[in-house]
């Protein structure tokens, strides 16, 4: 009963590294979606995929790109990390993109940059 | 845009207590209502929704009324228990909102002592 796997749950990078953020969803899906969290501010939306085949920007999606490889898979990838980019990374999936359908979470990955 | 304003923890409550974390909202139209919880070291979980005004969401003995004239969207429980502590985050997700957007408000810490 897995739900969404994230991984890795916690990495380190140097400024200007690059890294994938891995996701992967067993519920089958239509929707996923990433997402930071940084203290005091709730959960921002970087980038979501309503459906396989297409991906579009969320409210904060730039030094970000994303995948979607198949309908179980959405990956988040920094090409040039940066110190602002440290926070916590969540990606989520929803049975439909729809206002109404619950977003299911995975765990987490703490991302440091120094 | 939408917002949602939540009260800051964080909330520290001895088991039993009555427990209300205030939350309110400003979007356009119709939004739903919906409020996580996020455990130490997981992800977020649904705990309950609303749709539309008046509704009132409840699961494991939270409840959450959707208050249309006061823009508000209260969690309440009677009578907290130790696994209670938790984030709790309120969100909505407005019906022409990209992407099955939530907004959240930037999180309460709870924490309950036995």
């Known amino acids: 009963n897995a739900g969404v796997t994230q991984t890795p749950k916690f990495q380190v990078l140097k400024t200007g590294q690059s890294m994938t953020l891995q996701c992967a969803q067993d519920?089958?899906?239509?929707?996923m979606y990433w997402y930071r969290q940084d203290p005091g501010m709730g959960l921002r939306l970087i980038y979501y995929s309503a459906s396989e085949g297409t991906t579009d920007k969320g409210e904060v999606p730039n030094g970000y790109n994303v995948s979607r490889l198949n309908k179980r898979e959405f990956s988040l990838r920094l090409e040039s990390a940066a110190p602002s980019q440290t926070s916590v990374y969540f990606c989520?999936?929803?049975?439909?993109?729809?206002?109404?359908?619950?977003?299911?979470f995975g765990n987490g990955t703490r991302l440091t940059v120094t | 845009g939408d917002s949602v304003t939540q009260m800051e923890g964080p909330v520290t409550l001895s088991e039993e207590a009555f427990l209300t974390i205030n939350c309110t909202y400003t979007a356009t139209g119709y939004p739903s209502l919906f409020w996580y919880v996020q455990y130490p070291g997981e992800g977020l979980q649904l705990l309950l929704k609303a749709t539309k005004a008046d509704d009132k969401g409840s699961n494991k003995g939270f409840e959450a009324t959707y208050r249309k004239e006061t823009t508000s969207f209260h969690l309440e429980k009677g009578s907290v228990q130790v696994s209670d502590s938790a984030v709790y985050f309120c969100a909505l997700s407005g019906y022409k909102a990209a992407g099955n957007k939530l907004t959240f408000g930037g999180g309460t810490r709870v924490l309950v002592k036995p």
């Open positions: 519920m089958n899906h239509n929707s």
């Open positions: 989520a999936s929803s049975e439909v993109q729809g206002y109404n359908s619950p977003l299911h």
